[in-house]
């Protein structure tokens, strides 16, 4: 795929541009998001990203496009999972309904900032060094087998310190260092008070959500780095799936809980992608001490098309499996 800097300005300004309706139309006349709202904006992101697919398959090939769509669903599945967090940190400052979407906003867009500069980085490495595929596909089945362990955990018994959200190490220094005011003074970051700049607890909690979400990028960014390493697509795909993120919060807050099998879901997908991803490295091996650097081909690499029918397959029965329990159980 040839990308220039032409396809990288018309992405940006694309990103910027739906970041500034969200801004104007959203987060600048706080106010709790109707349901129908949330609907609407969550199958518009829905349908953008699907012309925006589109569009890559016209110009550049639709094997390019199955990459983009692979990506996308997987990180638009695994930013779910985020949503879970996101609900804890927002209860945690307490952060009225009405400017819950000026944190979230602001919060994606320290979180698109980040995962930029991580996509780089990897797309950098992998560019030097074609070992880096054992490490992140290793990394992607440990985290599955994690992910397996913890739901398991879940199911058992219900783990309180995992329900509290407790301040990372970036807002504990932002605490100490800048005075922050006693309460929320409306959907302001930043409050002017006789003569001193303070910073409000709304500030303090967008750069929890937009630093916890760096966390999640440890296992999406080699998980999409998996089924394409094309860069461009990477954060396009990245972009797309976050850009629709506080929609779809409001859209599923209240109803996360009863996804019950999403984190084995999710577990199949990151084992599934870890596997692809230490068979690409076994491919296209240089490692001396693994068949004296001779490449690995016994087992087929797994197409495109073969990753979208186990993304999506995974995530219908999911979604069915979880409707199903949910209603034996009501």
């Not at 807002?171 to 303070?198: C, W």
């Not at 999406?220 to 779809?248: K, M």
């Not at 409001?250 to 068979?279: E, H, M, S, T, W």
């Given at each position: 795929?040839?990308?220039?800097?032409?396809?990288?300005?018309?992405?940006?300004?694309?990103?910027?541009?739906?970041?500034?309706?969200?801004?104007?139309?959203?987060?600048?006349?706080?106010?709790?998001?109707?349901?129908?709202?949330?609907?609407?904006?969550?199958?518009?992101?829905?349908?953008?990203?699907?012309?925006?697919?589109?569009?890559?398959?016209?110009?550049?090939?639709?094997?390019?496009?199955?990459?983009?769509?692979?990506?996308?669903?997987?990180?638009?599945?695994?930013?779910?999972?985020?949503?879970?967090?996101?609900?804890?940190?927002?209860?945690?400052?307490?952060v009225?309904?009405?400017?819950?979407?000026?944190?979230?906003?602001?919060?994606?867009?320290?979180?698109?900032?980040?995962?930029?500069?991580?996509?780089?980085?990897?797309?950098?490495?992998?560019?030097?060094?074609s070992?880096?595929?054992?490490?992140?596909?290793a990394?992607?089945?440990?985290?599955?087998v994690?992910?397996?362990?913890?739901?398991?955990?879940?199911?058992?018994?219900?783990?309180?310190?995992?329900?509290?959200?407790?301040?990372?190490?970036?807002?504990?220094?932002?605490?100490?260092?800048?005075?922050?005011?006693?309460?929320?003074?409306?959907?302001?970051?930043?409050h002017?008070h006789?003569?001193?700049?303070?910073?409000?607890p709304?500030?303090?909690?967008?750069?929890?959500?937009?630093?916890?979400?760096?966390?999640?990028?440890?296992?999406?960014?080699?998980?999409?780095?998996?089924?394409?390493?094309?860069?461009?697509?990477?954060?396009?795909?990245?972009?797309?799936?976050?850009?629709?993120?506080?929609q779809?919060?409001?859209?599923?807050?209240g109803?996360?809980?009863?996804?019950?099998?999403?984190?084995?879901?999710?577990?199949?997908?990151?084992?599934?992608?870890?596997?692809?991803?230490?068979?690409?490295?076994?491919?296209?091996?240089?490692?001396?001490?693994?068949?004296?650097?001779?490449?690995?081909?016994?087992?087929?690499?797994?197409?495109?098309?073969?990753?979208?029918?186990?993304?999506i397959?995974?995530l219908?029965?999911?979604?069915?499996?979880?409707?199903?329990?949910?209603?034996?159980?009501?």
């Amino acid at each position: 795929m040839t990308v220039g800097p032409l396809a990288w300005t018309v992405l940006i300004c694309l990103v910027l541009g739906l970041l500034a309706v969200d801004f104007i139309g959203h987060a600048r006349n706080p106010h709790p998001p109707s349901m129908s709202e949330a609907v609407h904006w969550t199958l518009g992101y829905i349908c953008l990203a699907a012309l925006y697919g589109l569009g890559v398959g016209l110009t550049e090939g639709w094997t390019w496009a199955g990459q983009f769509y692979a990506g996308w669903l997987t990180e638009w599945s695994l930013s779910v999972d985020n949503l879970f967090v996101f609900i804890l940190i927002l209860g945690a400052f307490r952060v009225p309904r009405p400017f819950q979407q000026k944190a979230l906003l602001a919060g994606i867009v320290i979180a698109l900032v980040l995962r930029l500069l991580f996509i780089l980085a990897g797309a950098a490495l992998i560019a030097r060094f074609s070992w880096v595929f054992y490490l992140f596909g290793a990394f992607l089945l440990y985290t599955a087998v994690k992910q397996v362990i913890q739901a398991r955990g879940q199911d058992e018994a219900e783990d309180e310190d995992g329900s509290q959200y407790v301040d990372n190490a970036l807002t504990r220094l932002v605490r100490r260092v800048a005075p922050v005011t006693e309460g929320f003074v409306g959907n302001k970051l930043l409050h002017r008070h006789a003569g001193r700049t303070m910073i409000t607890p709304l500030l303090v909690c967008v750069l929890a959500l937009g630093t916890a979400d760096l966390m999640f990028a440890f296992d999406s960014i080699p998980a999409i780095f998996g089924l394409t390493q094309e860069p461009f697509l990477v954060f396009s795909a990245t972009a797309f799936s976050l850009l629709g993120l506080r929609q779809l919060f409001f859209l599923i807050d209240g109803l996360l809980d009863r996804l019950v099998y999403l984190p084995y879901g999710l577990a199949v997908i990151l084992g599934f992608i870890g596997f692809k991803l230490v068979n690409h490295a076994l491919h296209t091996n240089a490692v001396p001490l693994i068949n004296h650097g001779q490449p690995v081909t016994a087992v087929p690499e797994p197409s495109t098309g073969a990753s979208l029918v186990v993304i999506i397959g995974t995530l219908a029965i999911v979604a069915a499996t979880s409707l199903i329990h949910t209603r034996r159980n009501a």
